[in-house]
């Protein structure tokens, strides 16, 4: 017997590349309810408090710490006097990844 | 001057002789003599008349014929008439003799007479002019105005027969005016026949007009009476046929301008509620149709909404407590083609719904009727949707509901555009706000980013494989099946997983493998099948194409562990199919079609919806959060106030506790609703007791 896929409309969902899990986890959804940004709690796949839809419109951010936000809630927290240009979580000076944002996956290895 | 029986002959009254004698007694002034003498004779001989009445009465009685009756009268009326006769200078005395026979025989008519004469009477009315001599008897004996109120029944018992005749299971055309004017003009003519005659002689036509115009007010009530009497037995199909029956309901709010039928329509009204509506045999549909067309006919008959608001509560409550209401109230408010969704007036927001409301500028304002409760409040007037969503005390279970119908809905459109749905999210934002629906509008925008990457991977021509791609957080739970799909299935999910990283390298995809929908065909030896499956479905029969028989555990094995249920039933589709045949221990292929067998095929297992597992779900983590709340309630008693993340944080050393900060937040949220806590600075705590 041969089977022929005429049509399969099939659903998926997406999730943030942001490094924390591998292509080969056995569990991907496991550590799915911590990826929250730090700033305002809300998941990754969520959106920050000003915007109202999810991925594309509200991307995330990457820092040189590895430390990952909303984009728009890090760049609000730049803006801010305190800040100091910071990560809010490790008080190291903020800055870009050396490669592009999407470049590099592994920022989870120990540096 | 004896009355005697009507057998014997008659002297004539003005005979020579008779008028002798009276000039003679005339002569003698012996006058008022000769009258004692008379009437003592009519009293003597008044058993005559007394036997006749028995007689006749008796038949009656004993053969309920109105002819009885007819022949009675006219009988009296002929002994009244011989034993009146009297010489012509004894015409003065002829009042006197009236009376004392009207007194005597009236006296001796049992009480049967008056059903006996009501029954009568009602035959006389088809023709009314042919008995002007009946009437004229009768009022000479005195019985027109003896029974006056019989000859008022008379009336009524023929209007009521006339509306019973017309009226039932006439809903379609208005039938209160024809029967006034009818009863009109039936009253008309039944008076002027019987008491016309009277009134001519008192010359007293004002004092006619006054009582005709009693009788007619007493007429009215008494149609008005019957006819919502009559309706309020007919009312659950009235209101079940509405708008067809609006000619009916028309009917009811003229008769019901009186209030004083008001509390035997709705006792009647609830009744008919609780007897056909109110009970586990009812579907919830149809009791939301019955409610809905219950608003509109009593927006009708009351447009201040007493009834309304004394006849709602039941049913409100009830649909409450049905589980599936929601569900039905929210599929029909994004059906396209309800009729309260196509209501034109403007949709009122549902937060204004609960407060109290009184329009003191408006110059129809009335103050409330007076059968109103204490309880009743003036509301704003709603139209239907929000006096449904209502109901509830909180939209969030619309939103939730809504946005389960919404995904079932987008998951099952094939390529087709998304107006409709994009349109009933439109018009629901009205109602509920941009806010809570922002959910449903990010569900939308999936749609649509779906269709853009599917066409920019594929180019616009046709690939087996479309992808919808979701936003996790805003699509309902989505309860995991570990369902790995094989052969072609996965290298067809590989290749689109690939080049969607291509595409949008920031972002992974999760296969939810269980939902969607595969349209296969299956070359086999003799014969082509092509069928609409589940994924679940796809994948067991393309493990057949790589074997021909299997067991249900490998088959389980290999589609990643899923649950033996779920197999099985795949299984059972298949081999409706005759695409497979359970042979005992293994499933085998068949190659060849083969002739059904003696036994019947299984019967196919019913498919399990997917909403109600998610429902399930939801409960289940509820019950489960009931456990942590002790967690919450120590915690917080210790250290007084906690922000959410503190109280995640510790919680997650319960034991079995798996739940996000936004599950957790949704619980203490419903936890200050009842009250258990407050919610200040970011901080919760205990509410005080």
Same mark, same amino acid.
């Given at each position: 017997?041969?089977?022929?896929?005429?049509?399969?409309?099939?659903?998926?969902?997406?999730?943030?590349?942001?490094?924390?899990?591998?292509?080969?986890?056995?569990?991907?959804?496991?550590?799915?309810?911590?990826?929250?940004?730090?700033?305002?709690?809300?998941?990754?796949?969520?959106?920050?408090?000003?915007?109202?839809?999810?991925?594309?419109?509200?991307?995330?951010?990457?820092?040189?710490?590895?430390?990952?936000?909303?984009?728009?809630?890090?760049?609000?927290?730049?803006?801010?006097?305190?800040?100091?240009?910071?990560?809010?979580?490790?008080?190291?000076?903020?800055?870009?990844?050396?490669?592009?944002?999407?470049?590099?996956?592994?920022?989870?290895?120990?540096? | 001057?004896?009355?005697?029986?009507?057998?014997?002959?008659?002297?004539?009254?003005?005979?020579?002789?008779?008028?002798?004698?009276?000039?003679?007694?005339?002569?003698?002034?012996?006058?008022?003599?000769?009258?004692?003498?008379?009437?003592?004779?009519?009293?003597?001989?008044?058993?005559?008349?007394?036997?006749?009445?028995?007689?006749?009465?008796?038949?009656? +009685?004993?053969?309920?014929?109105?002819?009885?009756?007819?022949?009675?009268?006219?009988? *009296?009326?002929?002994?009244?008439?011989?034993?009146?006769?009297?010489?012509?200078?004894?015409?003065?005395?002829?009042?006197?003799?009236?009376?004392?026979?009207?007194?005597?025989?009236?006296?001796?008519?049992?009480?049967?007479?008056?059903?006996?004469?009501?029954?009568?009477?009602?035959?006389?009315?088809?023709?009314?002019?042919?008995?002007?001599?009946?009437?004229?008897?009768?009022?000479?004996?005195?019985?027109?105005?003896?029974?006056?109120?019989?000859?008022?029944?008379?009336?009524?018992?023929?209007?009521?027969?006339?509306?019973?005749?017309?009226?039932?299971?006439?809903?379609?055309?208005?039938?209160?005016?024809?029967?006034?004017?009818?009863?009109?003009?039936?009253?008309?003519?039944?008076?002027?026949?019987?008491?016309?005659?009277?009134?001519?002689?008192?010359?007293?036509?004002?004092?006619?007009?006054?009582?005709?115009?009693?009788?007619?007010?007493?007429?009215?009530?008494?149609?008005?009476?019957?006819? *919502?009497?009559?309706?309020?037995?007919?009312?659950?199909?009235?209101?079940?046929?509405?708008?067809?029956?609006?000619?009916?309901?028309?009917?009811?709010?003229?008769?019901?301008?009186?209030?004083?039928?008001?509390?035997?329509?709705?006792?009647?009204?609830?009744?008919?509620?609780?007897?056909?509506?109110?009970?586990? &045999?009812?579907?919830?549909?149809?009791?939301?149709?019955?409610?809905?067309?219950?608003?509109?006919?009593?927006?009708?008959?009351?447009?201040?909404?007493?009834?309304?608001?004394?006849?709602?509560?039941?049913?409100?409550?009830?649909?409450?407590?049905?589980?599936?209401?929601?569900?039905?109230?929210?599929?029909?408010?994004?059906?396209?083609?309800?009729?309260?969704?196509?209501?034109?007036?403007?949709?009122?927001?549902?937060?204004?719904?609960?407060?109290?409301?009184?329009?003191?500028?408006?110059?129809?304002?009335?103050? +409330?009727?007076?059968?109103?409760?204490?309880?009743?409040?003036?509301?704003?007037?709603?139209?239907?949707?929000?006096?449904?969503?209502?109901?509830?005390?909180?939209?969030?279970?619309?939103?939730?509901?809504?946005?389960?119908?919404? &995904?079932?809905?987008?998951?099952?459109?094939?390529?087709?555009?998304?107006?409709?749905?994009?349109?009933?999210?439109?018009?629901?934002?009205?109602?509920?706000?941009?806010?809570?629906?922002?959910?449903?509008?990010?569900?939308?925008?999936?749609?649509?980013?779906?269709?853009?990457?599917?066409?920019?991977?594929?180019?616009?021509?046709?690939?087996?494989?479309?992808?919808?791609?979701?936003?996790?957080?805003?699509?309902?739970?989505?309860?995991?099946?570990?369902?790995?799909?094989?052969?072609?299935?996965?290298?067809?999910?590989?290749?689109?997983?690939?080049?969607?990283?291509?595409?949008?390298?920031?972002?992974?995809?999760?296969?939810?493998?269980?939902?969607?929908?595969?349209?296969?065909?299956?070359?086999?030896?003799?014969?082509?099948?092509?069928?609409?499956?589940?994924?679940?479905?796809?994948?067991?029969?393309?493990?057949?194409?790589?074997?021909?028989?299997?067991?249900?555990?490998?088959?389980?094995?290999?589609?990643? @562990?899923?649950?033996?249920?779920?197999?099985?039933?795949?299984?059972?589709?298949?081999? @409706?199919?005759?695409?497979?045949?359970?042979?005992?221990?293994?499933?085998?292929?068949?190659?060849?079609?083969?002739?059904?067998?003696?036994?019947?095929?299984?019967?196919?297992?019913?498919? *399990?919806?997917?909403?109600?597992? *998610?429902?399930?779900?939801?409960?289940?983590?509820?019950?489960?959060?009931?456990?942590?709340?002790?967690?919450?309630?120590?915690?917080?008693?210790?250290?007084? &106030?906690?922000?959410?993340?503190?109280?995640?944080?510790?919680?997650?050393?319960?034991? @079995?506790?798996?739940?996000?900060?936004?599950?957790?937040?949704?619980?203490?949220?419903?936890?200050?609703?009842?009250?258990?806590?407050?919610?200040?600075? @970011?901080?919760?705590?205990?509410?005080?007791?």
């Amino acid at each position: 017997m041969k089977v022929t896929v005429k049509q399969w409309n099939a659903v998926a969902y997406w999730k943030w590349d942001t490094g924390s899990t591998t292509e080969a986890d056995p569990n991907p959804d496991e550590d799915a309810e911590d990826d929250v940004c730090g700033i305002c709690r809300v998941s990754f796949e969520g959106c920050c408090p000003t915007c109202k839809m999810p991925g594309d419109d509200c991307p995330l951010i990457w820092g040189q710490c590895t430390h990952v936000f909303h984009m728009h809630c890090l760049l609000k927290w730049l803006n801010t006097a305190s800040s100091k240009q910071q990560c809010p979580m490790d008080r190291r000076t903020w800055g870009r990844p050396r490669d592009s944002v999407t470049g590099d996956r592994k920022f989870g290895n120990p540096i | 001057m004896q009355p005697r029986p009507l057998s014997e002959p008659v002297v004539p009254p003005d005979s020579p002789n008779v008028q002798e004698a009276m000039q003679y007694l005339h002569y003698r002034n012996m006058f008022p003599e000769l009258l004692r003498f008379r009437n003592s004779g009519l009293l003597k001989c008044f058993s005559w008349i007394e036997d006749e009445v028995r007689l006749h009465m008796e038949q009656w +009685e004993a053969k309920m014929a109105v002819q009885s009756i007819l022949r009675l009268i006219q009988r *009296v009326y002929e002994w009244f008439q011989t034993w009146g006769q009297a010489p012509a200078f004894m015409k003065h005395a002829r009042g006197e003799y009236i009376a004392l026979f009207r007194a005597r025989w009236l006296a001796c008519l049992p009480p049967s007479f008056t059903l006996g004469l009501r029954l009568f009477l009602r035959t006389t009315l088809p023709s009314l002019p042919a008995n002007a001599q009946l009437f004229h008897m009768l009022e000479q004996l005195g019985i027109s105005e003896r029974f006056d109120k019989t000859f008022i029944d008379v009336m009524f018992d023929e209007v009521e027969q006339r509306i019973m005749d017309s009226c039932p299971g006439m809903w379609r055309e208005p039938r209160l005016e024809s029967i006034r004017t009818s009863a009109r003009e039936l009253e008309e003519r039944w008076l002027t026949m019987v008491y016309g005659h009277m009134f001519v002689r008192t010359q007293n036509n004002d004092w006619f007009r006054n009582a005709m115009m009693m009788v007619t007010g007493r007429l009215d009530h008494f149609i008005s009476r019957t006819l *919502v009497e009559l309706r309020t037995s007919e009312i659950f199909d009235i209101i079940v046929d509405f708008p067809d029956t609006l000619p009916a309901i028309q009917d009811l709010r003229l008769c019901m301008a009186r209030s004083q039928y008001r509390p035997d329509f709705i006792e009647g009204l609830r009744e008919v509620v609780n007897q056909r509506i109110l009970q586990p &045999a009812a579907d919830t549909d149809d009791i939301i149709t019955f409610y809905v067309s219950l608003i509109r006919c009593l927006r009708i008959i009351d447009s201040q909404g007493v009834i309304l608001h004394k006849v709602a509560p039941p049913i409100r409550k009830y649909l409450r407590d049905r589980p599936d209401a929601v569900r039905c109230i929210v599929r029909r408010m994004t059906d396209e083609n309800e009729s309260f969704m196509q209501e034109t007036e403007q949709p009122v927001p549902i937060q204004q719904v609960h407060e109290p409301f009184d329009d003191y500028t408006d110059p129809h304002w009335l103050p +409330e009727p007076v059968d109103a409760g204490a309880d009743f409040r003036t509301t704003r007037p709603m139209d239907i949707v929000s006096t449904l969503v209502s109901i509830y005390d909180t939209q969030d279970l619309f939103i939730k509901e809504l946005q389960h119908l919404l &995904a079932a809905r987008l998951l099952a459109v094939r390529n087709s555009p998304l107006d409709d749905e994009i349109g009933s999210v439109e018009k629901l934002k009205q109602r509920f706000g941009e806010a809570p629906l922002q959910v449903c509008a990010v569900m939308l925008k999936d749609m649509n980013d779906s269709r853009r990457t599917n066409t920019h991977l594929h180019g616009e021509t046709p690939h087996p494989l479309y992808t919808t791609v979701i936003s996790r957080l805003f699509w309902p739970t989505i309860q995991p099946v570990p369902l790995k799909m094989p052969g072609q299935f996965k290298e067809l999910q590989d290749t689109f997983e690939a080049e969607f990283h291509k595409f949008k390298p920031d972002k992974n995809l999760r296969w939810v493998p269980q939902l969607g929908a595969v349209s296969v065909k299956l070359d086999l030896e003799d014969r082509t099948v092509e069928v609409e499956a589940t994924p679940i479905q796809a994948g067991v029969i393309e493990l057949f194409s790589e074997q021909d028989t299997w067991n249900v555990e490998d088959l389980m094995a290999k589609l990643g @562990g899923i649950d033996r249920v779920l197999v099985q039933s795949a299984l059972d589709f298949w081999i @409706g199919e005759g695409v497979i045949k359970d042979e005992g221990s293994v499933y085998r292929l068949l190659e060849q079609a083969e002739a059904p067998t003696g036994a019947p095929p299984r019967p196919r297992p019913v498919v *399990v919806e997917e909403a109600p597992p *998610v429902d399930e779900k939801e409960k289940q983590q509820a019950e489960q959060m009931k456990i942590y709340w002790q967690f919450i309630q120590g915690m917080l008693t210790n250290l007084s &106030a906690l922000p959410i993340d503190r109280i995640q944080g510790m919680l997650k050393f319960a034991p @079995g506790y798996d739940r996000s900060v936004q599950e957790l937040a949704v619980f203490l949220e419903s936890a200050r609703r009842e009250g258990l806590l407050v919610f200040t600075n @970011g901080m919760w705590k205990l509410a005080k007791k």
